[in-house]
């Protein structure tokens, strides 16, 4: 069974820095691609990063470009996403998601961990 | 940029009912679309993807149809299962974008 585990979420103050880890399991984490997405509050979905499946490749939404970097160790099944600078504005549920496995470019999320709160307040 | 919108943004129907979400997008492009259903306090979870394709175990009352700007979810029957929020998403260029989010509600 797949399963994505996110964690290091929590409160941290406008300015500050997070890391984030997804831990996964039941599948060859070095065959997919993994990407985070966000839900503010009472929002809908964005899509926040993406990573290719040795790390070549990495694509980011515009408003964290700069501020926001996705790695990967797939020795340890493990997607990472270090936000510096954060702002209010990036107060969300994150959630580490799997493709499909036949991604080329772009992907779709085929698989979802449970989330991650990160909640950016003075 | 694509943008995805949705319509409508709440939709009240009764179970049986047919129930039918838009997807517009403000360019065109092929069937790189999928959608999500989401319940309160869980992650979303695939129900089709690439317009029209049904993810493995996600019951035949829904499917996808959809080409150039105009997409639609369809359920068929709705069941008590079935009332949550809805998002479609684009996944033909970056950035991806998800739209706004159908909730379905119980009339």
């Known amino acids: 069974e797949v399963q994505l585990v996110e964690s290091g979420g929590g409160l941290v103050q406008p300015g500050g820095s997070l890391r984030l880890s997804c831990a996964g399991s039941g599948f060859t984490f070095s065959n997919y691609w993994m990407s985070w997405v966000r839900q503010a509050p009472g929002k809908g979905l964005e899509w926040v990063a993406n990573i290719k499946e040795d790390g070549s490749e990495k694509y980011y939404v515009d408003s964290v470009k700069g501020r926001f970097t996705i790695s990967r160790d797939n020795a340890k099944n493990s997607l990472y996403l270090q936000m510096n600078s954060l702002r209010a504005e990036d107060t969300a549920v994150y959630y580490c998601?799997?493709?499909?496995?036949?991604?080329?470019?772009?992907?779709?999320?085929?698989?979802w961990g449970q989330g991650t709160l990160v909640t950016v307040s003075s | 940029d694509i943008q995805m919108t949705q319509s409508p943004s709440t939709l009240s129907a009764s179970v049986g009912d047919r129930v039918t979400i838009t997807c517009r997008a403000s360019q065109s492009f092929s069937n790189w679309l999928a959608w999500y259903q989401q319940k309160p306090g869980k992650a979303p979870k695939l129900l089709i993807y690439?317009?029209?394709r049904l993810e493995s175990g996600v019951p035949s009352r829904f499917s996808g149809s959809g080409s150039g700007t105009e997409f639609t979810l369809t359920i068929s029957s709705l069941q008590p299962d079935d009332f949550a929020t809805y998002y479609c998403q684009h996944y033909n260029n970056y950035p991806l974008s998800f739209g706004g989010g159908t909730k379905v509600e119980i009339k």
């Open positions: 998601a799997r493709d499909d496995g036949k991604t080329t470019v772009t992907t779709f999320f085929q698989h």
């Open positions: 690439r317009t029209s």
